[in-house]
């Protein structure tokens, strides 16, 4: 399948992003390079990582074979990596970027995200879950509003094309809205069919912000055979209909409800299956049945911070 088989979508900046994105969270050891390697191949323009996720060098090391190959230009690829959160302090900013693209050794990004509102004590580069003397991560009061800053001045330098969010919840994008310079053109949030997110997709669309969706399918875990909506016989029915998996079924749902998912995979038939979405729509009763596993239950609940002023889940979006 070749890459003009995916649908884009037009960032508020005019930049644009391929409908589908390749995650690449704790995919390590050769494992991410193999990964980005295929996905180009299958025809994915668009890769997501962190510094958190120790994978930028594979991810750039992959790119720059197939640049090197003629499979791509480098204008071709939309990579989005992200700010951890010891480097929220303003005066940090830039040189976690810069330590970023020396990872890749690539010369920009094409966004970078603010990986969570609220901050971590400094460390050292690589100590990135600080501890006190009791094991509790050591948090510290930055607000993500000075960190934007910074981030709005790597725009002006060229480090990276755009700048965004992720796991901002509703009142936090509208302070960050109020006191930009530079508008966020993503918000990446954990998002499937148990936490579908619909209000906060509303309020993304309403500023003209994408929501990317991570953890798209849930973790699926074939033992325990969760979560239902992967498993259950509903969707397997709806599978089914179209000769498609429950997963290219729910992947296919968090497009139509307004978001970019972004499944992690190493698994080369994996990488291709969840491509393969563009051939097929749900209709009105296909999402009533999906709508139905909206639980608002987070597997990302990153309790630890839960103290931090900025600690984003205590809303409801």
């Known amino acids: 399948m070749s890459a003009s088989k995916a649908?884009?979508?037009?960032?508020?900046?005019?930049?644009?992003?391929?409908?589908?994105?390749?995650?690449?969270?704790?995919?390590?050891?050769?494992?991410?390079?193999?990964?980005?390697?295929?996905?180009?191949?299958?025809?994915?323009?668009?890769?997501?990582?962190?510094?958190?996720?120790?994978?930028?060098?594979?991810?750039?090391?992959?790119?720059?074979?197939?640049?090197?190959?003629?499979?791509?230009?480098?204008?071709?690829?939309?990579?989005?990596?992200?700010?951890?959160?010891?480097?929220?302090?303003?005066?940090?900013?830039?040189?976690?970027?810069?330590?970023?693209?020396?990872?890749?050794?690539?010369?920009?990004?094409?966004?970078?995200?603010?990986?969570?509102?609220?901050?971590?004590?400094?460390?050292?580069?690589?100590?990135?879950?600080?501890?006190?003397?009791?094991?509790?991560?050591?948090?510290?009061?930055?607000?993500?509003?000075?960190?934007?800053?910074?981030?709005?001045?790597?725009?002006?330098?060229?480090?990276?094309?755009?700048?965004?969010?992720s796991n901002f919840n509703s009142e936090q994008l509208k302070r960050l809205l109020a006191n930009c310079k530079i508008k966020p053109i993503h918000n990446q949030i954990e998002c499937h069919p148990a936490l579908n997110q619909k209000k906060l997709i509303a309020l993304c669309k309403q500023h003209d912000i994408v929501v990317t969706a991570y953890c798209p399918l849930g973790r699926p875990d074939p033992?325990?055979?969760?979560?239902?909506?992967?498993?259950?016989?509903?969707?397997?029915?709806?599978?089914d209909k179209y000769k498609k998996s429950t997963a290219q079924v729910v992947l296919r749902y968090l497009i139509e409800i307004g978001t970019v998912p972004l499944p992690k995979s190493s698994n080369p038939k994996r990488i291709e299956e969840n491509f393969k979405i563009f051939d097929f729509k749900l209709d009105a009763a296909d999402h009533a049945v999906l709508d139905t596993y909206n639980t608002g239950d987070r597997l990302i609940k990153m309790e630890h911070a839960i103290k931090s002023k900025n600690y984003p889940f205590h809303l409801e979006y």
């Not at 050891?29 to 668009?46: F, K, P, S, W």
């Not at 940090?92 to 094409?110: H, P, S, W």
């Not at 055979?225 to 498993?231: A, G, M």
């Open 7 to 165: 649908p884009y979508v037009k960032n508020n900046n005019g930049t644009q992003i391929q409908t589908i994105g390749l995650g690449t969270y704790t995919s390590l050891g050769g494992d991410c390079e193999r990964a980005t390697l295929h996905a180009i191949d299958v025809g994915y323009r668009h890769i997501d990582t962190a510094y958190f996720y120790e994978n930028e060098g594979e991810v750039g090391t992959a790119v720059q074979k197939k640049i090197a190959e003629g499979v791509i230009k480098r204008e071709d690829i939309f990579i989005t990596t992200k700010l951890w959160c010891h480097f929220h302090e303003p005066e940090r900013v830039e040189a976690a970027c810069r330590k970023t693209l020396q990872n890749f050794g690539l010369d920009y990004v094409d966004l970078y995200l603010m990986h969570w509102p609220y901050s971590y004590v400094y460390r050292g580069d690589n100590e990135m879950m600080p501890t006190d003397a009791k094991g509790e991560v050591e948090l510290n009061d930055v607000d993500y509003l000075d960190t934007w800053r910074a981030m709005e001045k790597l725009v002006e330098l060229g480090l990276t094309k755009s700048i965004g969010v």
């Open 223 to 239: 033992a325990k055979k969760q979560p239902s909506f992967i498993y259950d016989d509903k969707v397997q029915a709806i599978a």
